[in-house]
């Protein structure tokens, strides 16, 4: 069984744990009305790009990365740093996270936040609006063609935007027939968990106008940014580099410091 599967097993079990406050969270999601969009946030126009900056303590492929771990004051950081969204880790088993982490960071700065975690049913959608999310993400690679069209539907439904995310043509595909309007290439392959930035000048290729494109993933230099940012990427999502970073102002600096209709940052 591959790691992916492993997860989506928990993650089933998350959900039987949920179904009894289903019909609760459902409204309670509805009735909810204070967005930020995410996708708006990150639509900085073809001479610059958006970062989205993970609040995240581990990660099954390295552990832990860090032990003194404050989510509300790693995202205040990036906030400071110049970030444009947040991604708040929620899943506890194999990245240490915690659904009240979301809460509290939405709480503490102004930035769209992103729920990340194994979407499977739409409770967690409703939980995920509950708790402050302005959006969440959706894995090609762990849904039916059906569930996936269902649960984008019903995060329309409660007015959250949707990280689409995809790791071959096929998903894009996939993500492009339900109407996905912003898509994440994981350079990760969630079978292996083995990293290539050559997953995003692939797939890129084939995105068509009027989606937003996030490269997820493996990006931790400059460098790794000018080169997503060159296969027409409107935005990154980064976790790791920056959780380790002693800078974090410096290593956002560095991450958005492409080159492309404009020019940004310093040589």
């Not at 990660?59 to 995202?75: E, M, Q, Y």
């Not at 931790?220 to 409107?234: I, L, M, W």
């Amino acid at each position: 069984m591959n790691r992916l599967q492993k997860i989506l097993e928990v993650k089933e079990r998350e959900v039987a744990r949920l179904l009894p406050r289903m019909e609760h969270l459902r409204e309670a999601a509805l009735r909810r009305d204070d967005f930020r969009g995410f996708g708006a946030a990150l639509d900085r126009g073809p001479a610059e790009l958006g970062l989205v900056a993970e609040v995240k303590k581990a990660s099954p492929s390295v552990g832990t990365i860090v032990t003194d771990f404050d989510p509300v004051a790693v995202a205040c950081a990036y906030e400071a740093a110049g970030a444009h969204a947040v991604s708040v880790l929620t899943d506890e088993q194999f990245f240490q996270g915690h659904l009240s982490y979301l809460s509290r960071v939405r709480e503490s700065i102004r930035l769209p936040c992103l729920r990340k975690d194994f979407t499977v049913h739409e409770v967690q959608i409703y939980e995920a609006s509950v708790a402050g999310a302005d959006a969440v993400l959706l894995i090609v690679a762990a849904l039916e063609q059906e569930r996936l069209e269902a649960l984008y539907r019903t995060a329309e439904r409660c007015q959250l935007d949707v990280l689409v995310e995809v790791h071959s043509m096929e998903e894009l595909d996939r993500a492009l027939d339900i109407g996905a309007r912003i898509i994440g290439i994981n350079n990760r392959n969630l079978t292996t968990f083995e990293v290539d930035l050559g997953a995003t000048e692939s797939i890129s290729e084939e995105v068509p106008e009027g989606v937003l494109l996030v490269s997820e993933s493996g990006i931790k230099s400059g460098a790794d940014t000018q080169r997503v940012f060159d296969c027409g990427c409107n935005a990154i999502l980064v976790g790791e580099t920056l959780m380790r970073s002693g800078d974090v102002n410096a290593s956002v600096r560095e991450l958005l410091g492409v080159r492309g209709g404009g020019d940004l940052g310093s040589e």
